[in-house]
């Protein structure tokens, strides 16, 4: 990755960045701190994976989508250099590596006054991380994912995601868990940096009230999102804790546009209400953290009358911990129509259904919940409306990777 952005001139270094790593929160944090930034007045680059709806929405300015005509050119200036180095290095540049390439590229020809950078796997080894200091380093929610290339405990895995810290340039980190902070506390020191962590108890969350707006305050201060999940307040919380340290860093961020940012920030499939006869809810939960954030988003939004009254389509990746995911919603549960993603990585349908079926009775509901297997994410999504009615509620989720085919069932 660094030969290759030698040969195109280190377009990096002729931007700056708010760098983001995680496990869970990521693009939601992204979206709201690209958002703020927007409504300061800022031009924003906007750097994410994977794409949900279209390809092109991985690199977006001031929230639009890079265009067919200009991902061409930035390809056609990426291809010669890439084809380079991998005559140098012997071994040709990853997708993701390129398309991390031409997002600097582009960034750059439209002159980005900042880019926020979503890291695609981990950290320390991500092809993002050949930046220099950015503004700010932000580590989101960590949790146990990706454990076969990351470590299989929270330390091992925020260290990686540490990576991302760089000497003296400020760091913004969600309160994580003892094991994870420790290693997040001593790298930031390590490197002399300040370490910046939001204190809930300065939260405030409202409760939610239909499914079109959630509000909350924050240190004093009212603010309402349409990014609807139980878990969205706090993304905001700590992506205003980044813009606090932006603005000490001589960033002109004003109270308005923080609350217009917010406000006005957008992540499909993230708890995202699709339709309302019946009450259909795409989200991209693929871990066992997002499923608990689900459930707890279902809570919010159902109460308790709501429990074993969702109708699930439910799709995951064979790497994923789905037991806990499955086990994380049950109480919830009406039916499960389980499907296979597209994806080499996916469960096998019949697996997935024998394991809902295995969980199902451990609970003692395998008489009351239903599971149909069904063949691709269209057909799970339209049996779990059947199964609801017009009155019912339906939740899409396991993994990011079938949203555009869910969406495109409605």
Same mark, same amino acid.
């Given at each position: ?20 790593? =995680?496990?869970?929160?990521?693009? $939601?944090? +992204? ?26 929405? &991985? ?12 991902? /061409?050119?930035? %390809?056609?200036? %990426? ?9 140098? +290095? ?17 960034? #750059?020809? %439209? =002159? ?10 981990? =950290? ?12 700010? $380093?932000?580590?989101?929610? *960590? ?15 925020? !260290? ?8 003296? @340039?400020?760091?913004? $980190? ?16 390590? #490197? ?19 499914? /079109? ?15 609807? !999940? ?6 905001? /919380? ?24 917010? @406000?006005?920030? &957008? ?13 259909? *809810? ?24 709501? #429990? /074993?009254?969702?109708?699930? @389509? ?20 009406? $039916? ?8 080499? &990585? ?65």
């Amino acid at each position: 990755m660094v030969d290759l952005l030698e040969r195109l001139g280190r377009p990096q270094d002729e931007l700056r960045f708010v760098h983001v790593a =995680g496990t869970n929160g990521k693009g $939601s944090v +992204c979206a709201y701190v690209a958002s703020v930034l927007q409504a300061a007045g800022y031009k924003v680059g906007l750097f994410t994976s994977p794409f949900i709806l279209c390809f092109e929405e &991985r690199i977006r300015v001031n929230g639009e989508n890079i265009t067919g005509e200009e991902l /061409a050119r930035a %390809v056609a200036a %990426v291809r010669p250099a890439a084809e380079a180095a991998e005559a140098a +290095c012997g071994d040709h540049p990853t997708e993701f590596e390129l398309m991390a390439a031409v997002a600097f590229e582009h960034f #750059r020809a %439209v =002159g980005c006054d900042i880019v926020v950078l979503e890291v695609g796997l981990g =950290g320390r080894l991500d092809a993002t991380n050949v930046i220099e200091a950015p503004e700010a $380093s932000v580590i989101c929610r *960590i949790g146990l994912d990706h454990t076969d290339l990351l470590g299989d405990t929270l330390g091992a895995i925020a !260290g990686e995601k540490a990576g991302i810290v760089k000497a003296g @340039a400020p760091v913004v $980190s969600w309160p994580q868990e003892s094991e994870a902070m420790a290693v997040i506390v001593a790298v930031a020191a390590e #490197r002399g940096c300040e370490l910046f962590v939001p204190d809930f108890a300065d939260l405030s969350v409202e409760p939610l009230e239909g499914a /079109a707006l959630r509000r909350f305050s924050w240190k004093g201060r009212g603010f309402e999102t349409r990014l609807l !999940g139980s878990y969205q307040p706090f993304n905001a /919380a700590l992506a205003l804790t980044a813009v606090d340290v932006l603005r000490g860093r001589g960033w002109a961020i004003s109270a308005e546009a923080a609350f217009a940012g917010i @406000a006005s920030a &957008r992540w499909p499939g993230r708890f995202e209400v699709v339709d309302t006869a019946p009450l259909t *809810i795409v989200d991209g939960g693929h871990n066992p953290q997002g499923a608990e954030a689900l459930a707890a988003s279902l809570a919010d939004l159902l109460g308790e009358e709501g #429990r /074993a009254s969702v109708d699930f @389509a439910l799709g995951v990746l064979a790497d994923k911990d789905y037991p806990a995911m499955v086990r994380a919603v049950a109480p919830w549960a009406r $039916s499960f129509s389980v499907y296979a993603p597209k994806s080499p &990585r996916a469960l096998a349908v019949d697996e997935l259904a024998a394991c809902v079926r295995e969980i199902m009775v451990e609970e003692g509901r395998a008489d009351d919940v239903p599971v149909r297997t069904c063949g691709a994410p269209a057909d799970a999504l339209r049996a779990a409306r059947d199964a609801a009615g017009p009155e019912g509620c339906v939740v899409a989720f396991g993994t990011l990777y079938a949203i555009a085919d869910l969406m495109g069932a409605l």
